[in-house]
């Protein structure tokens, strides 16, 4: 069965610097791996996807995230932290079937200090 | 085009009720799936519908249950419910045709008290 790991519950970065949060996913097959970003009582919104085309993949609000299949990784990045980055971000694995079953990680919060 | 619409967005509900809840996806969508999200269990599948069929079906007790209309408007059921019920309820819609976006409701917040 596929699962995903979200390393670090909270990170806490200043604000203009390098965000990084880290997944590492788990499949017998190839995956589909996704990241969403959660504001407070809000629903989720997907940032990026990555479906077996480029390994990097760039999503919104400038974030991007690279599929390495030998470190089973496929990490969060955004070059300089905004006020506005502060939320939930989950990483997400779909097994390529035609059900649309996401497993997501625990989640991770960032928070963005001026 | 419209979000996906969940209501109501907040409900209260005494253990023993039951509950519905109530998703209408981007037009257009057929795929309807259910998540349930909690402080100590995170995000989990619940269900997924098809054009009226259940597709996939998450591991949770028989008192969870759905149904999907012609329309492609989804509805989840809650019966006897428990404290732990308690979540954040969120659903999502898409084309439903391979490994396609999901696009997220605000979801319903339900409090079982």
């Known amino acids: 069965a596929q699962s995903v790991t979200q390393l670090g519950s909270h990170v806490s970065v200043s604000e203009g610097a390098l965000v990084l949060l880290r997944c590492n996913y788990s499949s017998s097959v190839p995956p589909y791996l996704f990241w969403y970003v959660q504001y407070p009582n809000q629903g989720l919104q997907l940032l990026l996807k990555?479906?077996?085309?480029?390994?990097l993949v760039k999503g919104i609000n400038g974030f991007e995230a690279e599929f390495k299949k030998s470190e089973t990784s496929f990490h969060l990045t955004k070059p300089s932290a905004h006020m506005s980055d502060a939320a939930e971000y989950f990483c997400a694995v779909s097994l390529n079937t035609g059900f649309q079953k996401l497993v997501f990680g625990t989640g991770t919060r960032l928070l963005v200090s001026p | 085009k419209a979000g996906v619409t969940q209501t109501p967005r907040y409900l209260i509900k005494t253990r023993g009720q039951q509950v519905t809840l109530s998703c209408s996806p981007i037009s257009g969508h057929r795929s309807v799936s259910w998540y349930q999200q909690t402080p100590g269990q995170g995000l989990q599948f619940l269900f997924e519908y098809f054009s009226e069929t259940q597709r996939n079906k998450g591991n949770f007790p028989g008192r969870f249950s759905g149904r999907q209309f012609s329309n492609s408007r989804s509805e989840m059921n809650v019966s006897t419910l428990e404290l732990g019920d308690s979540a954040l309820y969120l659903c999502?819609?898409?084309?439903?045709?391979?490994?396609?976006?999901?696009?997220f409701g605000p979801g319903t917040r339900l409090l079982v008290l």
């Open positions: 999502a819609s898409s084309a439903g045709r391979g490994i396609e976006t999901q696009y």
């Open positions: 990555y479906t077996s085309a480029a390994t």
